[in-house]
């Protein structure tokens, strides 16, 4: 099972943006729909689907966080062809942050926010060196600025089998601002590939809830010891939901949450929900017997 699942946060379009990615890559598809009901948000669809090999999660739960390029998801792509062709996918009714261009790091590379405010980089790259198709990168922006290895090196401890990649940093004159100090860092968290970077101009924005990480726990012992790592905000701790340190989220949950959350009878679920609501930490023992309580 992937250890850490990236996870979307969209008002009302989940399926529709997970069925529009799953268009894009090969060898992906729809895992499950849900439908989570009298949330706080109203009823709530929860989307888990695959890309390329890779598992993401995504729920429609209402307008209440905004994708940034805070965190974007980077695209290895085979040749010049696959990047045209994605490129005129995402930047329909999207925005283009950085053009489709030669660059010194890549011979064909541009950056986009898709219609939905999610943002991608497509990058040209040579036979043999993506480590995987879709790597999630780290933005530190704003507030979090020139903090982008002291987080790689924290999460690289927190995390077990997890290690640093090479680390590149801003030459003189490099960056407009002067808390910039990586502007590209390559690491590995339980067995999946990141990368971060500091942004090298002035930013308004940062991280939040709309792009979040699910991290998959085999028991609560190890929901405890993340929760204990990661939650650094204590305003920001409902439903398994945390932010660390440099303000980005997690959701901290059992590695069968679907088993937990979606088997069952309607009312089964609607108990497990409404306990589920009521929690910050999560507790399985109390998930588990609101199940059997109805």
Request: net charge negative; hydrophobic share 40%.
């Amino acid at each position: 099972m992937q250890k850490i699942v990236p996870h979307f946060w969209y008002d009302k379009e989940a399926k529709e943006a997970a069925l529009f990615y799953i268009s894009l890559f090969d060898g992906s598809k729809l895992l499950n729909v849900t439908v989570l009901e009298n949330t706080p948000s109203g009823d709530a669809e929860y989307v888990s689907f695959n890309l390329a090999g890779q598992r993401f999660d995504a729920i429609s739960a209402g307008p209440y966080f905004k994708f940034t390029p805070s965190i974007s998801l980077m695209v290895a792509c085979s040749s010049i062809e696959e990047v045209n062709a994605k490129w005129n996918a995402l930047i329909e009714g999207g925005t283009e942050l950085m053009p489709l261009a030669e660059y010194p790091f890549s011979k064909w590379y541009g950056w986009v926010q898709d219609r939905f405010g999610l943002s991608w980089q497509l990058m040209l790259v040579e036979e043999g060196q993506a480590v995987q198709k879709i790597t999630p990168n780290f933005l530190f922006s704003s507030e979090s600025c020139g903090r982008a290895e002291e987080a790689v090196k924290y999460y690289v401890d927190v995390f077990e089998n997890s290690s640093m990649g090479p680390i590149s940093r801003y030459g003189k004159g490099e960056a407009a601002s002067p808390k910039a100090k990586v502007n590209y860092a390559s690491f590995n968290l339980s067995g999946i590939h990141f990368s971060a970077m500091d942004h090298a101009f002035e930013a308004d924005f940062n991280f939040n809830e709309a792009f979040s990480f699910m991290i998959n726990c085999n028991d609560q012992k190890e929901i405890d010891y993340f929760w204990d790592k990661l939650s650094a905000m204590p305003e920001a701790e409902q439903c398994g939901w945390v932010r660390d340190s440099f303000g980005v989220s997690w959701q901290i949950v059992p590695a069968n949450m679907d088993e937990i959350m979606f088997k069952g009878s309607r009312d089964e679920i609607k108990s497990v929900t409404d306990a589920l609501l009521k929690m910050k930490k999560i507790d399985i023992a109390a998930l588990e017997k609101a199940r059997l309580d109805k």
